[in-house]
């Protein structure tokens, strides 16, 4: 069982809408937690980090919330642009780097 | 800076055949990092090295070799390729190994065994 989850698997929302990911994870214990957008035919690129004392941190129309207690992440998507299609996938560090598998976000005009 | 590239964007492979995806970076990190991506799971570690001539294995290491004898290449060899093989295949490097360092990734390689 992958120890970090994400859902949806897939999202279609309209430009200009907000939408939100969630990221649950079961790793034990977390140095810190990563987005990273991927679009398609390219690498990730990171978006946010937050470390376990944080709960939230913003780059521009994304902001990523951390519940340490909870083990639960989400990105926030405000405002939602042509270009933000892609993957967002969650990354958790503990020691090593626990890989989510991906939220595949479609923006449609 | 070119940042992490790597050859081929894609190639085709027969059951067996042998080749070498290369990686380099003008960036001059320490850490490099070979992972594969299949639909519908995570990103999983192949092989990693923390600098000039030192790799080690990650998760998924069985039917690849890796090198590492500058600190700008680190090349992933498919001994005997095997349809399980087929994957997008990325490289990765950052400053240092441990999980503050930000990685940044190439733009992968796709590779598909007949």
């Known amino acids: 069982k992958n120890q970090v989850e994400q859902s949806p698997q897939s999202l279609i929302i309209l430009e200009g809408k907000n939408c939100t990911l969630q990221?649950?994870?079961?790793?034990?214990?977390?140095?810190?937690l990563r987005w990273y957008k991927q679009d398609t035919g390219r690498g990730p690129v990171s978006l946010t980090i937050?470390?376990?004392?944080?709960n939230t941190k913003s780059n521009g129309r994304y902001t990523a919330t951390l519940d340490a207690d909870t083990k639960q992440s989400s990105l926030h998507i405000t405002a939602s642009q042509l270009s933000d299609s892609a993957s967002y996938i969650c990354?958790?560090?503990?020691?090593?780097?626990?890989f989510g598998a991906g939220t595949r976000l479609t923006v449609k005009p | 800076n070119a940042g992490v590239t790597q050859t081929p964007k894609f190639q085709v492979l027969k059951t067996g055949q042998s080749m070498t995806l290369q990686c380099a970076q003008d960036?001059?990190?320490?850490?490099m990092s070979w992972y594969r991506q299949d639909p519908g799971m995570g990103l999983r570690l192949i092989h990693y090295s923390v600098g000039a001539g030192i790799t080690d294995q990650g998760e998924v290491p069985n039917g690849y070799n890796v090198s590492r004898s500058t600190t700008e290449d680190f090349p992933l060899r498919l001994l005997s390729a095997a349809p399980s093989q087929t994957s997008v295949y990325f490289c990765?490097?950052?400053?240092?190994?441990?999980?503050?360092?930000?990685?940044?990734f190439g733009p992968g390689t796709r590779l598909t065994v007949l």
């Open positions: 990765a490097s950052s400053y240092g190994a441990g999980a503050s360092n930000e990685q940044f």
């Open positions: 960036m001059n990190h320490e850490y």
């Open positions: 937050m470390t376990f004392s944080e």
């Open positions: 990221c649950n994870y079961t790793v034990s214990p977390f140095s810190n």
């Open positions: 990354v958790v560090s503990a020691g090593d780097m626990r």
